[in-house]
């Protein structure tokens, strides 16, 4: 019985060959996409999954008001947080890589991924220590702990303990070497210092947010109350000591301010969060809402593929319906036709399989360098869900035709009359109007997401950044002297040919600053700190409502004025606000003019509030300046920045090469996240109009030699050609047409949803949906008229001579 039915099975892939081979494609491709998808999915899931802290240590996040939430706490809060019966042990961090240049035996070493971190750290993240103590790696303060890879990098074969690396100005001993046996962590640190354990002594401000605080748990049940005595904490270290400055109770003091709000986030999850200012880790989120719809769409093309392949086998089954018929006659049961349908399945989804495998070999590589991933597909790890898959997508496939052919008399089998039921073509126009809705979805969404991210581009920003390059003002020279040598910097800089203007600023584009509390009137507003030069704004195009610029011409604009943006006045509701004075840090200053929102970290972020004051006026914020600003002449770029380097050198910044990068480049950054949807959009609606199309193809062609002699029986009784096409084609353009119409609701709900990522968004009108539906009709008109086209042409004799 198997060998006739492998034989069955060998004479009609052979019989269509052409369908047989685009339906194991079409198979296999949406096979690659869901496995590729979900090592994606698994990769970015498994960080911190090894840690056994995973469930116990938490992030805390302190939520400032509705647009500020930091996970930072005051250096002061460790001794207290201590003091909880529920709290294990807490540890302070910078939750962000530095990188710079070490010089080791007279050599210049880059290094990159450098975090600084308490002597705890390992009680938090247990790596694996191979040199050194295992279970206090720093052997005492001012002490660094290596990775393995990065040990080799800067001393090569030699022994790293006891050698010495200088970092931000302080010198620190090599205590120990880790490894992380490529586990994925949230700090993929290459080297750690022990710096904050100085800090946490130096420290004793509740009110500076200083470093990322995580928390190890005793129960991780108690986290409510944790929140609860954090909040508690600050209320009695800093609330009743403001209320108390200034001469009023406690309950009125916070009747007037916003109360900062605090929750944990255990680590488990820090990876997956889709909120990303819940992240207190270095590797951040993963691009979750990427993630989630590489998974989605991947899905609904193995579905498509699923539905292709049920239509295509449904529609040779009634081509095949005499020798089903037959079989029924002489004594097949349901289950001997439920069997060879499966085992014919299996074989194809087992030729399906083995092609996409292939195509995952091949495509993997792109795939990484794509998303910036190290997926691994390993066949063996991976076995147990391909396993599962492939048993889901035979029965799946295998059973439905076969119930379907099962459901029908022997003699309408005998007939021939499948075709015609209602059974048959409910089946086969339903699957093929789940295909349009998929197709039309996935054509939607890339002309919404291509709008959306044409309108990104094109929006203007409120600043010109073509000509002006940022260059990194990090270095050696230590983070207090930023401010006075920013001024020989300058005059330097303005002697070289190219060079036609330099500025600075604390805020720059897609590079976060520091932030502070700004009061008017009993209203209070977290803003950005924009230490900056007096020109900064003229250089980079960034308008004024009315008013002035901060001039050196007057004494107090380096004192006591300042200029906020539209932010701070909507938030604060102030009216006529030049001349009015606001409290900042302890200090009042005086408003001179309002600078107009411009967008600082990308479309999805709303208008930052931004306080701008010249960089001397207060001198610690003025040494938070990173970059220095430079307007080009583009004519020779590669001198000047040459030019630039050296004069890096010769004011101590840097003993290697610069760091630059235009701002507009620097901003765009900040798109790549929709690109890659718009991209990932695009790649999977070409393999979904192709297996559409191709599904539609194969049933219109089954369908319609089926029918040849009803059109051969047309054309004798003198049916024109045109008017048989039109016959032939409309039951696709009127399933085209349902399709759409369904497509419709879930494509604008689900695209919205993408949208209300994005603070500044376009509409969803009916553009796109005109424009999908034209599209799907042109298309479906196209691949049936061919084919009823080629119907029409048929040699009348051959299917009427024997009638």
Not at 26 to 46: D, H, M, N
Not at 489 to 501: A, F, M, N, P, S
């Amino acid at each position: 019985m198997l060998k006739n039915w492998l034989k069955i099975y060998w004479y009609q892939t052979m019989k269509h060959k052409m369908y047989f081979l685009l339906t194991v494609i079409g198979l296999a491709i949406g096979i690659a996409a869901v496995v590729l998808s979900s090592l994606y999915y698994l990769e970015e899931s498994s960080y911190d999954q090894w840690n056994p802290n995973k469930e116990k240590v938490f992030v805390v996040a302190s939520q400032l008001d509705k647009d500020n939430i930091w996970t930072k706490l005051p250096y002061p809060f460790k001794e207290k947080l201590m003091e909880s019966s529920s709290i294990d042990d807490v540890l302070f961090l910078n939750d962000y890589y530095e990188s710079g240049h070490f010089v080791i035996d007279g050599k210049i070493k880059a290094y990159n991924h450098l975090v600084e971190v308490e002597s705890n750290f390992f009680d938090f993240f247990p790596y694996k220590v191979i040199k050194g103590d295992k279970q206090k790696p720093f052997t005492g303060p001012n002490t660094a702990v290596l990775r393995d890879k990065m040990a080799t990098y800067l001393f090569g074969n030699i022994d790293p303990i006891g050698k010495v690396i200088e970092y931000d100005q302080k010198e620190y001993v090599v205590s120990g070497i880790y490894s992380l046996e490529e586990k994925r962590s949230s700090f993929q640190a290459n080297i750690l210092v022990n710096s904050q354990d100085d800090k946490l002594k130096e420290n004793t401000n509740w009110g500076s947010y200083n470093a990322t605080a995580w928390v190890k748990l005793k129960d991780a049940s108690k986290k409510h109350e944790i929140e609860q005595f954090i909040q508690k904490l600050m209320i009695d270290n800093l609330y009743r000591k403001l209320a108390k400055g200034e001469g009023v109770t406690l309950e009125k003091y916070m009747a007037n301010e916003k109360l900062e709000t605090y929750s944990l986030h255990p680590l488990e999850g820090q990876r997956m969060l889709k909120n990303k200012m819940h992240n207190g880790t270095a590797e951040r989120t993963a691009n979750v809402q990427l993630l989630y719809i590489m998974l989605g769409l991947s899905t609904l093309i193995l579905i498509l593929s699923v539905l292709n392949y049920i239509n295509m086998v449904t529609s040779q089954m009634i081509v095949r319906s005499k020798e089903i018929g037959t079989r029924k006659v002489v004594g097949a049961s349901k289950q001997s036709l439920w069997l060879q349908s499966i085992v014919e399945t299996s074989l194809t989804v087992v030729i399906s399989f083995a092609l996409a495998m292939v195509i995952i070999e091949f495509a993997l590589p792109s795939v990484k360098v794509y998303l910036q991933t190290s997926i691994v597909f390993n066949l063996f790890h991976l076995l147990p869900y391909l396993v599962v898959l492939y048993v889901i997508l035979v029965l799946m496939v295998g059973t439905i035709p076969a119930l379907f052919m099962m459901s029908f008399k022997t003699l309408e089998v005998l007939k021939g009359k499948i075709d015609n039921t209602k059974k048959g073509l409910r089946l086969k126009r339903g699957m093929l109007v789940i295909q349009f809705v998929v197709a039309c979805f996935f054509i939607t969404g890339a002309i919404i997401v291509q709008k959306q991210l044409d309108y990104m581009l094109n929006k203007d920003l409120g600043f010109r950044g073509e000509q002006v390059m940022a260059v990194n003002y990090n270095g050696s020279i230590p983070w207090e002297q930023k401010r006075e040598t920013y001024p020989s910097v300058k005059e330097d800089l303005l002697q070289i040919r190219g060079v036609l203007g330099v500025t600075t600023s604390s805020v720059i584009w897609g590079s976060g600053g520091s932030s502070s509390r700004l009061y008017y009137n009993q209203q209070s507003v977290q803003v950005q700190n924009g230490a900056m030069d007096y020109n900064f704004l003229e250089m980079m195009q960034i308008k004024l409502k009315e008013g002035r610029m901060l001039s050196s011409v007057y004494a107090s604009d380096s004192i006591s004025n300042v200029l906020v943006n539209e932010a701070v006045i909507t938030e604060l509701g102030m009216d006529n606000p030049i001349g009015k004075t606001i409290d900042w840090n302890e200090e009042k200053f005086t408003i001179v003019d309002v600078v107009e929102n411009y967008h600082m970290y990308g479309l999805k972020t709303a208008y930052i509030p931004t306080i701008f004051m010249y960089y001397e006026t207060i001198p610690w914020a003025g040494n938070t300046i990173n970059f220095v600003l430079l307007k080009l002449d583009m004519k020779d770029v590669d001198y000047t920045m040459r030019e630039v380097e050296k004069v890096w050198k010769k004011r101590g910044i840097t003993n290697t090469s610069i760091d630059y990068e235009f701002v507009d480049s620097v901003f765009e950054k900040t798109f790549q996240s929709t690109k890659k949807e718009r991209n990932v959009f695009l790649i999977l609606n070409g393999i979904v109009i192709f297996i559409a199309l191709f599904g539609l193809y194969s049933l219109a062609s089954f369908t319609i030699n089926n029918r040849l002699k009803e059109v051969a029986i047309h054309k004798v009784l003198g049916a024109d050609s045109r008017d048989l096409i039109v016959n032939l084609s409309l039951q696709y353009i009127l399933l085209a047409l349902v399709g759409f119409v369904i497509s419709v609701f879930p494509s604008y709900y689900l695209l919205n949803e993408w949208l209300k990522e994005y603070a500044f968004r376009i509409e969803i009108g009916l553009f796109p949906f005109v424009l999908c539906f034209g599209v799907i009709l042109l298309l479906t008109t196209l691949i049936v008229w061919i084919k009823a086209w080629s119907a029409s042409r048929l040699n009348i004799l051959r299917y009427i001579k024997y009638e």
